[in-house]
């Protein structure tokens, strides 16, 4: 099935590459040149690479957050954290999205 364009999510040459994968390869060349971008196999991964980079974005905002407040632990009275060790465990928090599942 092929989406109206204003139904289409914007397809990246990964997406391409995946859905590529996928099919057989009398197409295989029209799906790389991006002549199936509007169709449910291409869509799908570009909605599925969305839906990550919008978890890791909300991670990233959470973790933000938390670092804006100092650490009662192991900070000193109005203390708050550094912007080096905030980077670092924005990205720790990013890098564990791969690890989870909706399955349960």
Known sequence: MTR????RAPVTQADR???ASLVSSAIRGNVM????????IVQAFARHRIA????????ARDRHEQWRMPHPADARPGEVCDDISACRDIAAA???LKG?????
Do not use: K, N
Request: aromatic share 4%.
């Open 4 to 7: 109206a364009p204003s139904d």
């Open 17 to 19: 590459e995946a859905a």
């Open 33 to 40: 040149a991006g002549e199936y971008d509007g169709r449910d």
């Open 94 to 96: 990013i890098l564990s």
């Open 52 to 59: 990550a980079l919008e978890a890791a974005a909300e991670a």
């Open 100 to 104: 989870q599942s909706d399955d349960r």
